[in-house]
């Protein structure tokens, strides 16, 4: 029996989890529970958010997510892949900035929109 | 001169779901005027600089991050005619005959008065710092709140720290552990004064655990060390009153202290306002509409009290803009006078908002958050007025550091014939 | 470089002397071995108050030049557009035997040359301040004791006496002084440094600045002060700043308000430092210091406390200031050992100073043209005429960067563009207080930082929180450098 905590939704359901024949969860508050609860076995995974370089925008970074939950041994090369991105604003929000992360078909996106600002006044 | 019906002080998430309540509701008119005034570059508040996900699954009922959350609200607001200045800020707001006074700074309107009829203030909550919680020692660079080091990893791209040691498990401080690690800082610990996290629980899984970054509870920063940089900090064991036990110290070799002890509401405007503040809250003490003890004046989001999840301060801001929109013309026809009934917390209940009940202004549901001032498994919570139960609720656990919420149905609320006490107790089984 | 003088040290008596030495025509440089003005020291970390004089004992170099310093004060502060406001004290009276010390306080004020003292009964002292203890039995009143900015203050004299035409060089520390053919050749680690008399501010450094050209003739035993700040919101508490009867230990704790609306209490006394550069404050003394501070305010409200502070006095084993050409060498002038009330004193001391130096053979001859005064424009303070008119002329006005002092990028730009410009976080803050409010710079620091790099021209990471080494950022994010991933993936690995 394993104890986990859900980490699905803010409530943070306390989950057991029984590997026999089949794995069987109980703790859960809803099915995303179980799903949760199977997958941190076989195989955990998470969605990472970081950012990437962009010229001409507000800031001089804008923030990036894994489209979907990547497997979390992968979360190190994943990040790695950000390093030496630079976009160009306009960015659009769920543009993707890394097609595909290692293999998985899971892209980087962009989390928000920056529109093209030219350098301010003075 | 030109009035606005409500002007809202803050374009975050509070004042955002204001501005799109008010306007979504079948009160307003094409007539009505309002403005959000926002003092940064943009829309959006702190959540453009929580680029993690967790947010939405209340309201968009999906997961979203900081930024996400924001752009669709700010998308919501589009086609609607509602004006916005960002660069500016609020100074003070008083009351005067020709409506409430707005006094305003911005490169775009100079130094200038608007007037309104009604006024949100959604001006959100800003740290508590090292003064805050006194910590000894040197005062090097190196010392940040959490948000602080966030804005600086987030927006600028820049590294406040490589050798971190975070203070108190605060959401911000466990996210920004995570995000440190992420970006190549050593995080050392994670030290919670409390013998429980005030974090959310998946928090610690995904932003600790998941980095193997040790949690010390019932554990503080006694000192801090270094000349120039942080060169260490010393954490030291404490009882159960929280004083720190002598011989307990460890010694961290770090550059960075990251402070996540907690949030207060910003409420230097409201007292310009005279508005009636709540100790326990720290904002202002308002009735079940959002008002607040200056009739007209609503608030709403973390400058009322300190939230977990931004979707709650979402239906919070919404409340507040439809109230705020219905009193524009309720006082057009004349306000009918209501019996007001208090909340008051009973047994192991910290805070309620809101903390008044406006009883011929209540709505179908009615929703009362509070929070508890300790752990709890199987417990009750009571709802009572002239000493008799009007209804209870369940829970399976309870945390300080997690609000709770209850539904206050209108029909049962209408039982009520005093002021009504929330309290919540263990349950043995 | 040659010059006729040049002072060492440019905390505020560093600054009074440049200040009243640029009078004449001279060639002076002040060398400052931190990267600011008034950026540390005792200068830095003080209890921001212009004694009234009663205090020292009675012909000392201390009671003399308080007296005279606050009376100059009074108008140079004015003239220099320093924020200050004359408060006035009272020192508090809880025993019989305090009431004696009142008394023998009155007398000795009065002898001192203390302007208005009055002896006031309980009742009067309550109704002057009713957040006191009503336990008290009488306080001494001394109308003239002012509270004051002393950055402020040591900023605006240093930038005087530039305008005037002295030179302030920061970051050069005094390494060594050699003397050479009738010159002093001041070794500094950027330039070497010609001057034919020095006079000597070092303030904790004095002594060994003294001793390297001059005989020993004093030594600095610093004493650690620890104080609280607290929140603005507090500062309708107090209108006068409070002592306790003195006893040994000093003038006690005091309770003050501050010019910028807060209430400042220390500081401790008998915490020695475990050096020069200890400035770091402990819960002990802290314990002491608000203890001590609840017998006169006892509603004061610690959990209000947005910072707390050390400073270190530069005590000396002789007692009194020390204000002297050095024996063997008279073109050496001391102000050593200066301690309370050196903030008060300060500008007598600097004309005292100048005598000195006269007397050794320097010059001192009237520039045609002083120019003494100085404006300071700080926003929140303009009348709203003034605010829509500074607006007008430059848009950088209705920019806040700072909340909870209300302070635009415009008054951050001002001091860019002043005499002695900031270059740190903690600089700006020492001359707009962006930053000084109960955030504490958690809002503004990321704006204030983009101001300065702007300005600048350099990069975040050049930016310092205060002096130097006291880095602030450690390097971008997404550099894709081997360095910054090493760490990284020695973290993340273990999951693998």
């Known amino acids: ?122 | 001169m030109d009035k606005y019906s409500i002007i809202i002080v803050g374009g975050g998430p509070a004042g955002l779901a204001a501005a799109y309540g008010a306007w979504k509701s079948e009160k307003f008119r094409e007539s009505d005027k309002i403005l959000i005034i926002e003092r940064d570059k943009e829309l959006g508040g702190i959540l453009n600089q929580c680029i993690h996900n967790g947010f939405g699954l209340h309201y968009f009922k999906e997961e979203l991050t900081g930024p996400e959350y924001a752009e669709r609200f700010v998308r919501m607001l589009e086609d609607s005619p509602i004006e916005i200045m960002t660069d500016t800020m609020v100074l003070e707001i008083t009351r005067e005959s020709e409506g409430i006074k707005v006094c305003t700074i911005g490169k775009n309107v100079g130094y200038t008065n608007l007037y309104a009829d009604t006024i949100v203030l959604s001006m959100g909550c800003r740290e508590r710092t090292r003064g805050a919680i006194g910590i000894s020692g040197t005062r090097p660079a190196g010392v940040f709140t959490a948000g602080t080091a966030q804005r600086y990893v987030n927006i600028e791209g820049y590294m406040p720290g490589r050798r971190v040691v975070v203070l108190g498990s605060g959401d911000i401080g466990l996210i920004m552990a995570r995000r440190m690690t992420l970006e190549g800082a050593k995080v050392l610990a994670c030290v919670e004064l409390m013998p429980f996290s005030s974090g959310l629980t998946r928090n610690i899984v995904q932003c600790l655990h998941d980095y193997d970054i040790p949690l010390y509870l019932s554990h503080t920063i006694t000192e801090i060390r270094g000349e120039k940089r942080v060169e260490q900090v010393v954490m030291s064991r404490v009882d159960e009153n929280r004083r720190p036990i002598a011989g307990s110290e460890v010694v961290f070799d770090c550059d960075t202290l990251l402070l996540s002890v907690g949030l207060i509401p910003e409420n230097e405007l409201s007292k310009t306002a005279n508005i009636e503040l709540d100790m326990r809250t720290g904002g202002p003490v308002v009735s079940e509409s959002m008002e607040t003890s200056s009739s007209g004046i609503f608030a709403c989001g973390n400058v009322l009290h300190v939230h977990d999840l931004v979707d709650f301060v979402s239906q919070e801001g919404e409340r507040a803009g439809i109230s705020a929109i219905s009193y524009v013309h309720e006082i057009s026809q004349g306000r009918e006078k209501s019996d007001i009934f208090k909340l008051i917390n009973g047994a192991n209940v910290s805070y309620t908002v809101p903390q008044r009940m406006d009883m011929a202004r209540i709505s179908n549901n009615t929703t009362v958050f509070f929070r508890v001032n300790r752990v709890f498994a199987q417990s009750r919570i009571s709802v009572t007025s002239g000493g008799v139960e009007i209804v209870s609720y369940k829970r399976t656990h309870m945390l300080p550091a997690e609000m709770e919420r209850i539904l206050l149905p209108k029909k049962i609320l209408e039982r009520a014939n005093g002021d009504i006490t929330i309290s919540c107790t263990e349950e043995t089984r | 470089m040659e010059f006729d003088l040049a002072i060492v040290g440019c905390g505020v008596v560093g600054a009074a002397c440049a200040y009243e030495l640029s009078k004449y025509n001279l060639k002076i440089v002040v060398l400052e071995r931190e990267n600011d003005v008034a950026a540390s020291g005792a200068t830095k970390s003080n209890s921001a108050v212009i004694h009234a004089g009663f205090d020292p004992p009675t012909d000392t170099l201390m009671a003399k030049l308080n007296v005279a310093g606050s009376q100059i004060a009074q108008n140079l502060l004015v003239e220099l557009d320093v924020a200050h406001k004359k408060c006035g004290a009272l020192v508090l009276a809880f025993t019989e035997e305090d009431e004696i010390t009142l008394r023998n306080l009155y007398d000795r004020g009065t002898k001192n040359g203390t302007q208005g003292l009055k002896i006031l009964d309980r009742l009067q002292t309550l109704s002057l301040e009713p957040n006191l203890n009503p336990a008290l039995r009488a306080a001494l009143h001394a109308p003239t004791s002012m509270i004051v900015s002393p950055w402020e203050y040591t900023l605006a004299l240093a930038e005087v006496a530039v305008q005037n035409g002295a030179t302030i060089l920061l970051e050069h520390e005094v390494l060594d002084i050699k003397q050479k053919g009738g010159v002093f050749e001041i070794n500094t680690p950027k330039t070497k440094i010609t001057a034919n008399y020095i006079l000597n501010a070092g303030g904790l450094f004095a002594d060994k600045i003294h001793n390297m050209v001059a005989s020993p003739s004093y030594e600095i035993t610093p004493d650690k002060g620890e104080y609280f700040l607290l929140d603005r919101n507090k500062g309708e508490t107090l209108k006068h700043t409070i002592f306790q009867c003195p006893n040994q230990h000093g003038k006690g704790v005091l309770v003050s308000p501050t010019v910028h609306g807060n209430i400042i209490v220390g500081p401790s006394s008998n915490d020695p430092p475990k050096g020069l550069f200890d400035v770091s404050h402990t819960a002990a003394a802290l314990e002491r210091v608000a203890k001590t501070a609840k017998l006169s305010v006892p509603d004061l409200d610690f959990y209000s406390n947005i910072r707390n502070f050390a400073g270190n006095r530069a005590k000396t084993n002789r007692g009194d200031f020390i204000i002297e050409a050095a024996a063997d060498v008279p073109k050496f002038v001391d102000c050593g050992g200066i301690v309370s009330p050196g903030l008060s004193a300060a500008p007598a001391i600097a004309i005292m100073a100048a005598e000195l130096l006269q007397e050794a053979g320097l010059r001192l001859e009237h520039r045609a043209k002083f120019n003494g005064s100085r404006k300071a424009i700080l926003f929140k303070e303009l009348s709203d005429a003034e605010k829509n008119a500074a607006i007008s002329q430059d848009k950088s006005y209705a920019h806040i960067i700072c909340r909870c002092e209300t302070i635009t990028e415009g008054d951050i730009l001002w001091a860019l563009r002043s005499p002695v410009p900031p270059r740190s976080l903690d600089a700006v803050k020492r001359r707009v207080s962006a930053g000084f409010g109960r955030c504490q710079g958690g809002f503004c620091s990321p704006r204030v930082l983009e101001i300065l790099t702007d300005y600048y021209g350099c990069s975040p990471t050049d930016i310092l929180q205060d002096l130097a080494g006291t880095e602030l950022l450690f390097h971008e994010t997404k550099t894709g450098q081997e360095g910054d991933n090493m760490d990284r993936c020695s973290i993340i690995q273990k999951e693998e």
């Not at chain 1, 990036?64 to 960015?91: E, G, Q, W, Y």
């Open chain 1, 1 to 122: 029996m394993t104890k986990l905590i859900c980490i699905v939704c803010p409530k943070g359901c306390h989950l057991q989890v029984d590997v026999g024949d089949t794995i069987v969860v109980t703790g859960h508050a809803c099915n995303r529970g179980v799903e949760y609860g199977k997958n941190e076995l076989k195989n955990p995974v998470r969605v990472i958010t970081s950012t990437v370089r962009i010229e001409n925008a507000i800031y001089r970074r804008i923030p990036v997510k894994t489209a979907s939950p990547i497997p979390k041994p992968l979360i190190r090369k994943a990040m790695l892949l950000l390093d030496k991105i630079s976009l160009a604003a306009p960015v659009e929000v769920g543009q993707i900035v890394v097609e595909d992360i290692c293999g998985t078909g899971i892209p980087f996106v962009a989390s928000r929109s920056m529109e093209r600002v030219e350098k301010a006044e003075g």
